[in-house]
């Protein structure tokens, strides 16, 4: 190898090793209500090697905040925005990363039971599932071991 293409490629070398030091990773890691469904506090995390700056907040594709602060690696803050009821795409941009989550605000606090309930019998109905096909396995298992024994005989 030539001196110029050594050069070359750990000038390279040195420029990916580079790229991979300063990463930043925005993440929104948990979302609150206030005193209405409405009323969100989103914590938005910082999880990669660099600070990241100039917070921007979109609902549905329109920015509904903005803020020129800085958040440094492995630090989190927590911005309030107002959601109308329904579902909605949450999108935030710091610096260069992104971020986004789904959210179903609902109207009253009647609404937020009847969605837990629901939740809950989609659990019980997807554990019943769980339950069955773990049992149809284990059959299928005992009919398998029989099925050697009687073919060793």
Same mark, same amino acid.
């Given at each position: 190898?030539?001196?110029?293409?050594?050069?070359?490629?750990?000038?390279?070398?040195?420029?990916?090793?580079?790229?991979?030091?300063?990463?930043?990773?925005?993440?929104?890691?948990?979302?609150?209500?206030?005193?209405?469904?409405?009323?969100?506090? /989103?914590?938005?995390?910082?999880?990669?090697?660099? #600070?990241?700056?100039?917070?921007?907040?979109?609902?549905?594709?329109? /920015?509904?905040?903005?803020?020129?602060?800085?958040?440094?690696?492995?630090?989190?803050?927590?911005?309030?925005?107002?959601? #109308? #009821?329904?579902?909605?795409?949450?999108?935030?941009?710091?610096?260069?990363?992104?971020?986004?989550?789904? /959210?179903?605000?609902?109207?009253?606090?009647?609404?937020?039971?009847?969605?837990?309930?629901?939740?809950?019998?989609?659990?019980?109905?997807?554990?019943?599932?769980?339950?069955?096909?773990?049992?149809?396995?284990?059959?299928?298992?005992?009919?398998?071991?029989?099925?050697?024994?009687?073919?060793?005989?």
């Amino acid at each position: 190898m030539s001196a110029s293409r050594v050069k070359l490629f750990v000038a390279l070398l040195f420029f990916v090793a580079l790229s991979e030091l300063v990463i930043a990773e925005v993440k929104i890691m948990h979302v609150t209500y206030g005193k209405t469904p409405s009323d969100v506090y /989103l914590t938005i995390a910082n999880l990669g090697d660099s #600070p990241v700056e100039n917070l921007k907040i979109f609902v549905d594709g329109k /920015l509904v905040k903005e803020s020129a602060g800085r958040l440094e690696p492995m630090n989190a803050i927590k911005a309030y925005v107002f959601i #109308p #009821p329904g579902k909605h795409e949450v999108k935030i941009i710091f610096g260069n990363e992104s971020d986004s989550i789904t /959210l179903n605000i609902a109207r009253s606090k009647e609404e937020i039971e009847k969605m837990i309930e629901a939740g809950k019998e989609e659990g019980e109905r997807q554990q019943a599932f769980i339950y069955a096909l773990s049992l149809l396995l284990i059959l299928v298992f005992i009919g398998s071991l029989k099925l050697i024994k009687r073919r060793k005989k």
